[in-house]
């Protein structure tokens, strides 16, 4: 990727003599379309400034456990500024967690991801919790690296103490 891209403007003047440099034109444009076409997007990549005043630098969720079949356990882990934090929680604390970040910051709610599905199976599938897994990952990126989400909801989330 680290080629440089050349932008030409080209004027094309309806002359009958340049018939040759229309077909000309015509396969250059062609080709180059072709060539835009098979670049890949570049990724985005979750991370947090340095120079940010947000306190969390990475979220990630490794693992999950399944509880005596009854129920499942998502194991976090949060870098902060000041050091680690190991979190565990079921699916529904992020469905209170989300509702409570829409209640109090309204104005960030588009930017909010919305959560993986509910599974109804009664025992899910390997297949499913990774899935559900990877959402939620997704999920807490978008939500613990945004500085301006910095309210009640995470401290309580990550079990911070609340200054009121």
């Known amino acids: 990727m680290g080629e440089k891209m050349i ?13 040759g440099y229309h077909r000309e034109l015509k ?21 947090n400034d340095e120079e940010s005043n947000n306190w969390c630098t990475k979220v990630s969720i490794p693992n999950y456990s399944a ?21 565990f929680k079921r699916y529904s604390e992020f469905v209170k ?26 025992i899910p599938s390997k297949s499913q919790l990774e899935k559900r897994r990877r959402g939620l990952e997704t999920f807490l990126n978008f939500v613990l690296l945004d500085s301006d989400l910095m309210g009640s909801s995470i401290k309580e989330f990550v079990g911070a103490k609340s200054e009121r």
């Open 7 to 19: 932008n030409y403007v080209i004027i094309v003047a309806s002359d009958p003599n340049l018939d």
């Open 67 to 87: 509880i005596q079949d009854s129920y499942v356990v998502f194991h976090i882990l949060v870098t902060t500024r000041r050091g680690k934090l190991e979190l």
């Open 97 to 122: 967690f989300r509702q409570s970040l829409l209640t109090e910051a309204p104005f960030k709610a588009k930017a909010i991801p919305k959560l993986p599905p509910k599974i109804m199976a009664k």
């Open 27 to 47: 396969q250059l444009l062609f080709m180059t379309n072709t060539l835009l076409q098979n670049v890949p997007p570049v990724p985005i990549q979750l991370e």
